[in-house]
């Protein structure tokens, strides 16, 4: 016999009735962007390697250790797209999205691939939805951008959560608070590879979660405290819109992101029910990115949310999530009727009605099992005798109730019996 084959490492996969559920997270994510006027984008998996190291920055862990890269067969490096900001942008430039009208507003959804050591929550195939907005520096934007995602996880009855918040500043004052970070940090007692980081990227060592380190890291000069006029003038104006929309914050000027391009206003979702991985989304503003990848000098703000964490941490609050049921009806045919059960369950799909039946030409016992277990509301049976009276039985599998209906009334009588909606909308079905 053949080895079985498994997914690759760090893979996850979702599987019925579970998937149900996690499409629900998706849907449920999307609403407020849709509903906010963000139009839908598909990107490629794969992007041109340049892409991402100018986009995402080359001293970055997801750029200079999780890339899955390779060559072409016309010796391209490609690589399969660990984020979708830097692919949104290069889409926007490319296609002239910002000649139009400002700012362009775009969504996206779908995996992402980054090599990172496999446990729960963090996966090599990871999925996000994300969302954003190029084109505009006004602070009601931001807002409007968190409390999109604010909205989301709300909607799917998430409360364990807080969103953190900081400003990262800009060009302008950025560079002389690396400065003083740096001077801070050469003072320090840090570990050889610390040092190296520090060299790098100094606000990253502010991530740092060894108690050793932290302790060393308690009088550090934080960017918030060094913001220049601009950029405390827009932090406050987020806040203040944030505020104004009822959208909940916690400041935390030790948020450091783990991807270059932020600049200003800068943001994590964080559920303190998922464990090490606790990051559930982030996001912020990028205003240097556009012009970086060779288009206008643009602002930009958007979001990541992950969509395999959401799904757990929503599993972590033990919400119920998505529909409570998949299907309406299902067809027990029953010898020689069997040709006609089949094309009733057709006319029944046919009117919306979501029907499985019974193959293969199984007994009655056996087909009523199948028909208990397949969640449906009601099974419709249908034999030989039935046929000639030109009947069915109709027989809710909830309360075990059975009646004879006319056979060409069987879809209108289904219909009329399921009319309150099988599935409700996902507010409804939060419990
Ligand atoms: P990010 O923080 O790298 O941001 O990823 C966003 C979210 O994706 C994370 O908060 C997490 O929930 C999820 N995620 C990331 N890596 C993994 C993983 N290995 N396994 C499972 N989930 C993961 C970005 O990607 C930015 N492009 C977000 C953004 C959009 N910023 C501005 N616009």
Not at 271 to 284: E, I, N, P, R
Not at 356 to 362: A, C, F, K, M, P
Request: aromatic share 6%.
């Amino acid at each position: 016999m053949p080895d079985k084959l498994s997914a690759p490492k760090g893979v996850p996969e979702y599987l019925p009735p579970e998937s149900a559920a996690w499409q629900a997270v998706r849907e449920a994510l999307q609403r407020p962007a849709t509903n906010a006027g963000y139009g839908y984008i598909e990107l490629p998996i794969f992007e041109d390697t340049a892409l991402y190291v100018r986009g995402v920055g080359e001293s970055t862990d997801v750029v200079s250790k999780e890339m899955y890269t390779f060559a072409d067969r016309g010796g391209r490096s490609l690589t399969l797209r660990p984020e979708g900001t830097a692919g949104v942008m290069r889409s926007v430039i490319e296609h002239g999205l910002d000649r139009g009208q400002l700012p362009v507003k775009l969504w996206y959804a779908g995996q992402f691939f980054r090599a990172e050591r496999p446990q729960k929550g963090r996966y090599r195939q990871l999925q996000q939805f994300g969302i954003e907005a190029i084109g505009s520096d006004d602070p009601v934007l931001d807002a409007e951008v968190i409390t999109i995602a604010d909205d989301g996880y709300r909607s799917l009855g998430l409360t364990g959560f807080r969103t953190e918040l900081t400003s990262l500043g800009c060009g302008e004052c950025r560079p002389a608070y690396r400065e003083r970070l740096t001077d801070f940090l050469t003072g320090l007692d840090l570990d050889e590879a610390t040092r190296e980081r520090a060299r790098l990227n100094p606000l990253r060592v502010l991530d740092d979660k060894r108690p050793e380190v932290r302790d060393q890291l308690a009088d550090a000069p934080l960017m918030v405290h060094h913001l220049c006029a601009e950029c405390a003038e827009h932090y406050a104006a987020v806040k203040a819109a944030l505020d104004a929309n009822g959208t909940a914050y916690v400041e935390n000027p030790w948020l450091v992101r783990g991807l270059d391009y932020y600049t200003r206003t800068t943001f994590e979702f964080v559920h303190d029910g998922l464990g090490a991985q606790s990051g559930m989304g982030g996001g912020g503003r990028y205003d240097g990115l556009m012009s970086e990848l060779g288009g206008q000098e643009l602002s930009g703000i958007g979001f990541g949310l992950g969509l395999d964490r959401t799904h757990l941490a929503c599993q972590a609050e033990g919400l119920q999530v998505g529909p409570t049921r998949t299907l309406d009806v299902y067809v027990v045919p029953l010898g020689s009727a069997a040709p006609r059960a089949a094309a009733l369950a057709t006319e029944l799909r046919r009117a919306d009605l979501r029907t499985d039946l019974s193959y293969g030409g199984r007994g009655v016992k056996g087909a009523m099992k199948a028909a208990d277990r397949s969640g449906a509301a009601y099974a419709v049976v249908l034999g030989e005798r039935d046929l000639e009276a030109g009947v069915a039985q109709v027989k809710s599998l909830e309360t075990g109730e059975q009646e004879s209906v006319a056979l060409d009334e069987v879809r209108a009588h289904l219909r009329s019996r399921l009319a309150a909606p099988p599935t409700a909308t996902i507010e409804g079905n939060i419990t």
